[in-house]
T-cell receptor, first 115, second 110 residues
């Protein structure tokens, strides 16, 4: 089954304790992305990756790191989490269709609470 | 900067009626707009895409229009059902970035 998986699905942590949220896709997609979703603010892109070893900042990259060493994986790293990073996080992947247009496939989400 | 605006107020309609949701964008027209459905606590699911040079696109009970003069896309659900209740998101791509609207919550009343 084609899918994007994220782990963990739920995480409670404390300020300053480094954490990693994993994302993996089995569709051989080139493009992967991380979003956070907050009430009233909608989905905002954190980082994206056009392909292996190619990443760039989205609209809200501060406090986050990413890496893309393999095509299927795109982990999100919070080196020193703070309470304002409490949010619902989504990973997504996509690849150009025959028509040359991408549609994104989203993971199930990771709910993070930083105390 | 490029923005996507959707009516953040919830839309309640009666079952069987047509729901119409609005997506407005700023600055230059995107090459295409995408519409997604999101259920509570779950990831968005792609529904439809409409290109700049397309006036209208249909998929079963869904219809999307794109008006570059008004800088607006309309998303219609005909013969709406309670199962259509969800939040609907509009998105555009700017180079390699995606910009989403905040979404409109639709509730279809039985």
């Amino acid at each position: 089954e084609a899918q994007v998986t994220q782990n963990p699905r739920y995480l409670i942590t404390v300020t300053g304790k480094k954490l990693t949220v994993t994302c993996s896709q089995n569709m051989n997609h080139e493009y992967m992305s991380w979003y956070r979703q907050d009430p009233g603010l909608g989905l905002r892109q954190i980082y994206y990756s056009m392909n292996v070893e190619v990443t760039d900042k989205g609209d809200v990259p501060e406090g986050y790191k990413v890496s893309r060493k393999e095509k299927r994986n795109f982990p999100l790293i919070l080196e020193s989490p703070s309470p304002n990073q409490t949010s619902l996080y989504f990973c997504a992947s996509s690849s150009p269709s025959l028509a040359g247009v991408e549609t994104q496939y989203f993971g199930p989400g990771t709910r993070l609470l930083v105390l | 900067s490029q923005k996507i605006e959707q009516n953040s107020e919830a839309l309640n309609i009666q079952e069987g009626k047509t729901a119409t949701l609005t997506c407005n964008y700023t600055n230059y027209s995107p090459a295409y707009l995408q519409w997604y459905r999101q259920d509570p606590g779950r990831g968005p699911v792609f529904l439809l895409l409409i290109r700049e040079n397309e006036k209208e696109k249909r998929k079963e009970r869904l219809k999307v229009t794109f008006d570059t003069t008004l800088k607006q896309s309309l998303f219609h659900i005909t013969a709406s059902q309670p199962a259509d209740s969800a939040t609907y998101l509009c998105a555009r791509r700017v180079t390699y970035k995606y910009i989403f609207g905040t979404g409109t919550r639709l509730k279809v009343l039985a």
